[in-house]
């Protein structure tokens, strides 16, 4: 299945056995893969300025950086020692020592996947995207090169694009020019070709996208320190508070495990990130092996969860369910006038990937990809009538197993009873425990695994599995 932001453009009638599909009621793809990972955590981390209008609440503004790994993110996460090299942890603890090591590893394992997500904004496609653009651009190396910094600044902006957060450039080491506002991590440097010298410092992450993000995705808070400062963080921290770079610490009223990674902050300069895991998520299997796997699994569970019960979900379901075109078609069972209403949710990107329509118990319309899950249900009314009910997903399986991938770097498998939809692993290992271990290809993996919800229902098996 094609990667949704690699797809091509939807067009509506863009062939007539797509159409004729789609009225027998059989999914197919033009029109889902423009839109897929439009909505969601990673599209945050993607465009970090866009998706706030009219959900501008935080939860949805974390939510709203989840769906997109696959616009914006490299298509293979870093190995775990990439990542800690990109935003480096303290030492990972071992579970070896018994009790009083579970915290530890815990911890650990959680900074793991906050240095996977800070290396997507140092090293990420977006990264790329931003930097071909500025070294690219003829009318910014023109005004650097004749030092214009008016002429600079208009050329900054234009660059921005909601990606870059914040940008500067420099001649002689002074500051020509600059565009963009707010606290920004992970800044990426590098020279202006034939611009007499000029170079430019930029970053694609802000403070708050990254640390709500990491905090959606762990669940731990997540401060950035400069010093004893807090440029920002999860939780408000008391003027007298220290936090350690390892073990335990209380805040106010609420007892964590700390660990602790390196990174930069824009324009230059250390920041420490601390990941403050709650008492509550410090608990370790029987066996104290499987530690990592079972907190890296809980992280994929939460990816999942977030695709369907997000305050974006509910969003994205209550404009559906008020958008007076979709409501009037099917009141009319009109099924190409659903279709078009439909398409036309794919085209405003709003996070949607599929759409099975059902007036009176039967079908109407189902458009979308072919393997969508964690769907959701909507009801059209007026008047207090029920016109019809619906089940849409804005995340389909290729999605999400970028997300997990990308996150938490497990080999990911989804099975419905016997039969591998998707994976990384092909055809992987015939049998999968809960929690365990297991071997293939050669290699021994700890695995965890859950019950998800396939589109439009039924069980859906996803299988994390980590070296």
Known sequence: MRPGCAGRAARPGRTSRARRRAARGTPHGPYAWRV?????????????????????????????????????????????????????????????????????????????????????????????????????????????RAGDAAATRTALRSLLLGQIVRIEVLRGGRVLASAGSGTAVAPVAGALPGAAGARYVLSVQSDHTYTQVTHQVTGAEVLLLSGTHALDGTISLPASARIPASGPVTVGSHTYEVSTLNGSAYPAGAVRIAILVPSSQLTCPANGGLTRSVVLGRVGERIYEAEQKSP????????????????????????????????????????????????????????????????????????GRVLGTFVTAIQDDA?????????????????????????????????????????????????????????????????????
């Open 36 to 144: 897929r990972p439009r909505g969601s955590l990673l599209h945050r981390l993607a465009n970090p300025r866009r998706g706030a209008r009219g959900l501008a609440s935080a939860a949805v503004l974390a939510y709203a950086l989840l769906c997109c790994a696959a616009c914006g993110a490299t298509s293979e996460p870093p190995p775990a020692s990439s990542a800690k090299t990109a935003a480096a942890s303290t030492a990972t603890t071992s579970v070896a020592g018994g009790p009083q090591a579970c915290p530890g590893a815990v911890a650990a394992a959680y900074a793991e996947v906050a240095g996977r997500i800070y290396h997507q904004a140092a090293t990420g496609r977006n990264v790329g995207q931003a930097v071909h653009r500025v070294t690219s651009s003829g009318a910014l190396i023109s005004a650097a």
């Open 399 to 467: 999605g999400y197993l970028k997300l997990a991938r990308l996150f938490t770097g497990a080999q990911v498998l989804m099975r419905t009873g016997s039969r591998q939809v998707m994976g990384t692993l092909s055809p992987g290992p015939a049998q999968v425990p809960d929690d365990g271990t297991v071997s293939y290809g050669g290699h021994t993996y700890h695995a965890h695994s859950f019950t998800a919800t396939a589109f439009p229902s039924g069980p859906l098996r996803i299988s994390l599995l980590y070296r």
């Open 312 to 383: 974006i979900v509910a969003a994205t379901v209550r404009r559906m369910e008020n958008t007076a075109a979709f409501k009037s078609a099917v009141a009319r069972r009109d099924a190409a006038a659903t279709r078009r209403a439909i398409l036309g949710f794919f085209a405003a990107h709003i996070h949607v990937v599929r759409v099975r329509v059902l007036v009176g118990g039967k079908l109407l319309v189902d458009e979308g990809g072919p393997y969508a899950l964690a769907p959701v249900t909507g009801t059209l009314r007026s008047g």
